[in-house]
């Protein structure tokens, strides 16, 4: 018999954060890490809690949300506009030219940007396709400087980018971590070992939690994962 119910996503996680917490989320595919953010950014609903510094996300609207929270995805939403308009993108109030450009020096694209004839009106094709993956990235990047949200969601992947800009994206995201409670879903191992706390999820559980020494001395999971015997994807 199984010892799961495969119709069931997340069973029985019981998770605690501490603020400023670096947290990071690994397993397998289908193991359940990017239903466990689509519930702390209240884009799916389950049968239990979640609290955010003691207060029921039921009880807080998607806005409330987006401006605890903020998310860097894998392939970060860009529209046809200015590379201004696109750090801009979601703020509710007007932001000057030299806050976006200290946002662009934090995320170390402003460089990049000052070089460019038109510098901050230069146009971005819908979804940012006349821009390299890198830059696209650090573009979204600089907007959540500006929003400075107090929990920071990555989903890490940065394996089809050259060494150079993942290195510049890197200090981007070390800079945008600082004094934030972060989690990180993990890639690749090599990227992890500094967190607080690393979350091993296998079948909607957390299996494994510790530091990266804790976890490889205990041999499981993580261990197999670190070593190669088992896939992270």
């Known amino acids: ?13 019981n998770l605690y954060i501490r603020e400023n917490e670096f947290l990071t989320l690994l397993g397998p595919s289908g193991c359940g890490k990017s239903s466990l ?4 950014c209240k884009l799916e609903k389950g049968d239990g809690e979640i609290f955010i510094a003691g207060k029921n996300i039921n009880s807080l609207t998607r806005k409330d949300i987006s401006e605890i ?6 392939s970060p939403f860009l529209i046809a506009g200015t590379i201004y308009e696109n750090i801009c993108y979601g703020m509710d109030k007007e932001v000057s030219l030299e806050e976006v450009e200290e946002a662009a020096k934090k995320a170390y694209i402003y460089d990049y940007i000052n070089n460019l004839p038109d510098k901050f009106n230069t146009l971005i094709s819908e979804g940012g396709n006349n821009l390299s993956g890198g830059q696209r990235q650090r573009i979204a990047i600089a907007r959540i400087f500006l929003r400075k949200p107090k929990i920071l969601i990555l989903d890490e992947a940065t394996s089809s980018i050259d060494t150079r800009t ?10 945008l971590m600082k004094g934030r409670t972060v989690f990180v879903i993990a890639h690749r191992l090599s990227t992890i070992r500094n967190s607080d706390a690393i979350m091993v999820l296998e079948h909607g559980r957390i299996i494994e939690r510790g530091s990266h020494e804790d976890l490889i001395a205990q041999r499981g999971t993580y261990y197999q994962l670190y070593t190669g015997k088992l896939e992270l994807s």
């Open 1 to 13: 018999t199984k010892s799961y119910d495969e119709n069931v996503i997340l069973d029985k996680l």
């Open 37 to 40: 953010i689509k519930a702390i």
């Open 166 to 175: 993942e290195i510049q994206i890197q200090k981007a995201m070390d800079n």
């Open 69 to 74: 929270i903020a998310l860097v995805p894998q």
